[in-house]
Each structure stands twice: as structure tokens, then as C-alpha cells.
């Protein structure tokens, strides 16, 4: 029993071949289409607000040196959500409870801020690795730490996406079984377990949201110092 918890982690496949490129495309027809007019209807109105909303929120610790990244930012916050959101349907795979997918997010973006950094003031990113007025005696001890420090940024960036929501998805598999076995002997407590899995769903879908903005948030903040 316990390893059938884990069995909605797995990859889903068709025939030998792996469906995890549907689930992360599909997201993308969920987005608004290109149209002539300004104003198409309100789902699309509300599509727009929210993504005007969400690009203000990520660009607002940058400078104008930083707005270049604006549409991969807003991109990356979009296709998250999205996926995290659907991820909590019936019957459906989250691509970020896989570690490989969150890393192959997180270490490439925070490469390239790293490397933008490097290339546009080098002084300064490898100033960060030793700060001002540190005594000579733990200079080597301060840079191994801070080199360190910023070698897991990727690390952590990937693991608390995954973390938090496969913890997640475990407690509403565990609390829906138990208010499934507890419905024929003792429906007064499946009753309250169902409230407390009603409860938890909705806790997850905020989770889901914040996880998203927060994964965008500290790459806009690891950009930030690095231009």
C-alpha cells in the first residue's frame, strides 16, 4: 500500500513512450490566442490583467537593466502555475514533483544570471564571495562558505518546487484513503475527514500558487545581483 503513494510520481507512458511532453505543453493552450481586436472577452481581459499583474510584481526588485528578462520571467511564472494548478486535477501528472524537472528549470536560469554577471561586471559578482571587512584569518574559510552558498542555489531552487508539492500530494492521497475506508464503518469521522481533505485542497491550491511565484521571485533577486 504504502508504495502505491508514490505510484502518481511515476512518468505517465503509452506504449513505452513517455506522455510528460503532452502535460507540459498542454498548458499552453489554456493561454489567451493572438487576435486583432483589443478587447476579445472577459476570460481573455482577466488573462491579460493577471499577466500585467504578475510582470509588475517580478520586475519590481529589477532595474531597467533587468527588464530585458521580463518575458521569460512572465513566461516561466505562467507555464508554473499553470502546470502546478492542473497538477492538482483528478487523474493528472504534476511535471514539477519530478526533481529532474524542477532542476532542468532552476540550473539553467540561474547559470545565466550568474554568467550575465560574470560578463557585464566581474569585480562585483566576485565581490560577493567575500565581504567587505572580513579579518585575513577567515577570508579563506568566508569564500569557501559563499562559494558554496552559491553553488546550491539550483539545488534549493529545484528542491523546495518539488518538496513542497509532493508533500502536498501525499496528504490528499492519504487523507482521501482514509476517508474512503472510514465511510462504511464510522461516517461521522470520514465526514470530518472529508472537511479537513476540502480544507487541505484548498490550502494546496494556494501553495501551488506561491511555490510558482516564489521559484520566479528568487531567480529575479539572483538577477538582481548579478546587473
Do not use: C
Not at 25 to 49: E, I, M
Amino acid at each position: 500500500m504504502n508504495l502505491s503513494f508514490f505510484d502518481q510520481f511515476s512518468s505517465p507512458s503509452l506504449l513505452g513512450v513517455p506522455l510528460v511532453l503532452i502535460s507540459l505543453l498542454f498548458p499552453a493552450l489554456l493561454l489567451p490566442t493572438l487576435d486583432n481586436r483589443w478587447v476579445t472577452n472577459r476570460l481573455s481581459t482577466l488573462q491579460l490583467w493577471f499577466i500585467n499583474l504578475t510582470t509588475k510584481q517580478l520586475l519590481m526588485p529589477l532595474d531597467k537593466k533587468g527588464h530585458k528578462w521580463a518575458l521569460i520571467l512572465t513566461s516561466l511564472m505562467i507555464f508554473l502555475l499553470l502546470i502546478n494548478l492542473l497538477g492538482l486535477l483528478p487523474y493528472t501528472f504534476t511535471p514539477t514533483t519530478q526533481l529532474s524537472m524542477s532542476l532542468a528549470l532552476a540550473f539553467p536560469l540561474w547559470l545565466a544570471t550568474l554568467l550575465t554577471g560574470l560578463r557585464n561586471q566581474p569585480s562585483a559578482s566576485l565581490g560577493h564571495l567575500l565581504p567587505e571587512g572580513t579579518p585575513t584569518p577567515l577570508i579563506p574559510a568566508l569564500i569557501l562558505i559563499e562559494t558554496t552558498s552559491l553553488l546550491i542555489r539550483p539545488l534549493a531552487l529545484g528542491v523546495r518546487l518539488t518538496a513542497n508539492l509532493t508533500a502536498g500530494h501525499l496528504l490528499i492521497q492519504l487523507i482521501s484513503t482514509a476517508t474512503t475506508a472510514l465511510f462504511s464503518t464510522m461516517p461521522a469521522v470520514s465526514l470530518l475527514t472529508l472537511l479537513v481533505l476540502f480544507l487541505l485542497t484548498i490550502l494546496e491550491v494556494a501553495v501551488a500558487m506561491i511555490q510558482a511565484y516564489v521559484f520566479v521571485l528568487l531567480l529575479s533577486l539572483y538577477l538582481q545581483e548579478n546587473i
